[in-house]
């Protein structure tokens, strides 16, 4: 969660990361529906003060201007909440886990849905 120097954090990753060398980036990100409900009412002390996710498209920008994406998967449309949920009442366990299927399934037939996943994870090379 480094949008006020993302450009800075990932110049320093691919200067450090050896030619052919990957790297994984895996954020949250901003566009989520259950997300923003959840950044906005309920308060947690896992997240840092002024935390803000990104999005994916400034994410992309930015990695692509240093290193050659080779792929972006996307998960958690509206099962976002919950893993956070499901460890404090196991009874969700089934919702949770029909939902996350669901998620799948959406995401795949529907990859302009990703604009609304919760979470990213992007995997780059640096140019040998």
């Not at 498209?57 to 972006?72: F, L, Q, T």
């Not at 909440?81 to 009442?89: A, G, K, Q, W």
């Amino acid at each position: 969660h480094v949008p006020d120097s993302l450009d800075k954090c990932v110049s320093e990753v691919a200067r450090v990361l050896k030619p052919g060398g990957l790297f994984l980036a895996q954020e949250p990100l901003a566009n989520n529906p259950p997300a923003k409900w959840a950044r906005g009412f309920i308060s947690t002390d896992i997240h840092e003060k002024g935390e803000r996710p990104l999005s994916y498209e400034a994410m992309n920008m930015v990695i692509s201007s240093h290193m050659d994406i080779e792929r972006a998967d996307f998960y958690f449309l509206t099962s976002y909440l919950f893993p956070h949920l499901v460890s404090r009442m196991q009874s969700l366990r089934g919702l949770a886990l029909s939902l996350v299927n669901f998620d799948e399934k959406a995401l795949a037939k529907l990859p302009k849905l990703s604009k609304y996943a919760a979470y990213v994870s992007i995997i780059a090379r640096k140019p040998a």
